[in-house]
């Protein structure tokens, strides 16, 4: 699906902001932060609009949010393939690149009773495959 096809299923109106967002998270095979999505944003579009698109794509389950151990948040599209609520995500410490990570995610603890779980959010770091090869 492109931009307006997913706005479309998702009975959102199709705005050129909310298109260029969802368009710049579809190109990147990673994920985004606002200030990386944000750097080719055309002038057209205040930051208000811009951070209200953003809103929107998330509540409507578009986009999700990561959120990295310095607290820094990212964006990435929420693909058929990837169950929105439990995959984990590798951060790359090198490189500082995102990428869902599209394995069904296992309960990496066991419970003990009395907790109940609403979400897991598992976040992986190390070194991608790219910056691997590059410091061969
Ligand atoms: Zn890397
Ligand atoms: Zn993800």
Redesign the pocket.
């Known amino acids: 699906m492109n931009a307006e096809q997913i706005l479309k299923h998702h009975n959102l109106k199709n705005t050129g902001c909310r298109k260029f967002i969802i368009n710049e998270l579809l190109t990147n095979e990673s ?1 985004l932060s606002e200030n990386e999505i944000k750097k080719t944003l055309p002038d057209l579009f205040d930051r208000v609009t811009f951070y209200r698109s953003l809103k929107t794509l998330e509540e409507n389950n578009i986009i ?1 949010r ?1 959120v990295l151990h310095d607290s820094t948040v990212k964006y ?1 599209i929420n693909k058929e393939a ?1 169950p929105v609520a439990d ?1 984990a ?1 590798f951060h790359c410490k090198k490189c500082d690149s995102v990428t ?1 990570l599209e394995t069904q995610m296992q309960m990496p603890v066991s419970l003990p009773a009395g907790f109940s779980v609403d979400s897991v959010e598992v976040l992986l770091e190390g070194t991608c495959p790219e910056c691997i090869t590059k410091n061969v």
Request: proline share 0%.
């Open positions: 994920a999700h990561i990435a990837v995959h995500h869902c």
